[in-house]
């Protein structure tokens, strides 16, 4: 499971003061936690900050750069943002994210194969996250065919099936897991699948029993990836469990140390 800590965000508070003070030691301890606990990237998003995105996302790649040399998935819906920052960046790049719009892929995938990064994908369009299983496979096929035409490598490629929280939308759940089966299906090679893990629990009172029992059951349908909360241990070790149930790790008796020791 490729995981990617989600704590570098603005909507957390802590998160909005470091970067509203210039606290650098602050950021680059969040980053240390989540790579001790196993996060094998840093999502990056700068949230609901005042002043100019593209300078906060630069400060706080640089905060980051300097205690690691893990990926930064630089998480901005504004394409200038993204192009500034990826050029900003030194460590590999994610790219978080596109929409499955034929337009955005086209600025989008090519931005991705010119900078080598890899490319997160939502399956969202101008009408929105889609109700069902087939508006999310039609809306990754959108999405894999132009990756294709335009020469990017699926291992290069996330698929996100975008979750929405459950107490709100009680059917996407079990529509995301669908979607994830059908599109593994239907390309080969396949791309990757991911998710923002932590919107199916988003103002839910049981938030990490939720996103533990969804890991789950994503992986057992497919998902390799996963944006989430490294810091949630049981949560962590509930993921690695499920791989290796499905032979994804190797059984030993100390199987989450070893999962651990590799990183
Ligand atoms: N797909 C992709 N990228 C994403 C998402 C996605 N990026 C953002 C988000 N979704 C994933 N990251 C988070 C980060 C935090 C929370 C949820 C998803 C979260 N935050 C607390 C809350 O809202 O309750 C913050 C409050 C607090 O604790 O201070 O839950 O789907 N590609």
């Known amino acids: 499971m490729f995981v990617i800590g989600e704590r570098i965000n603005g909507m957390f508070v802590k998160v909005k003061k470091a ?47 300097e205690v690691t040399d893990a990926p930064i998935c630089i998480d901005t819906p504004k394409f200038d943002v993204m192009n500034e920052a990826l050029h900003a960046c030194s460590n590999p790049t994610i790219i978080n994210s596109t929409k499955a719009i034929e337009e955005e892929l086209d600025r989008y995938v090519p931005l991705a194969v010119e900078t080598g990064s ?51 939308a009680p059917k996407q759940p079990a529509a995301v897991l669908g979607a994830i089966g059908q599109l593994k299906m239907f390309s080969d090679p396949p791309p990757n699948f991911i998710l923002g893990l932590s919107n199916v629990s988003q103002s839910c009172k049981e938030r990490s029993l939720l996103n533990s029992a969804f890991v789950a059951m994503c992986i057992g349908a497919g998902l390799n990836a996963a944006i989430m909360d490294a810091l949630d241990h049981e949560l962590m070790e509930i993921a690695i469990t499920a791989e290796v149930l499905l032979q994804k790790q190797l059984y030993c008796d100390d199987y989450i140390a070893a999962y651990m020791s590799n990183k």
Do not use: F
């Open 19 to 65: 970067i509203e003070a210039r606290d650098k030691s602050a950021i680059q301890k969040i980053a240390r936690r989540q790579l001790d606990a196993g996060a094998d990237a840093l999502d990056i998003n700068v949230g609901p900050v005042r002043g100019s995105a593209l300078d906060n996302m630069c400060w706080m790649i640089e905060a980051v750069e």
């Open 118 to 168: 890899q490319l997160v994908a939502l399956t969202i369009d101008k009408t929105g996250v889609p109700k069902d299983v087939d508006g999310r496979v039609a809306m990754g096929a959108t999405i894999i065919t132009k990756a294709m035409e335009h020469g990017l490598d699926m291992r290069d490629l996330y698929v996100d099936l975008v979750i929405i929280p459950v107490n709100v």
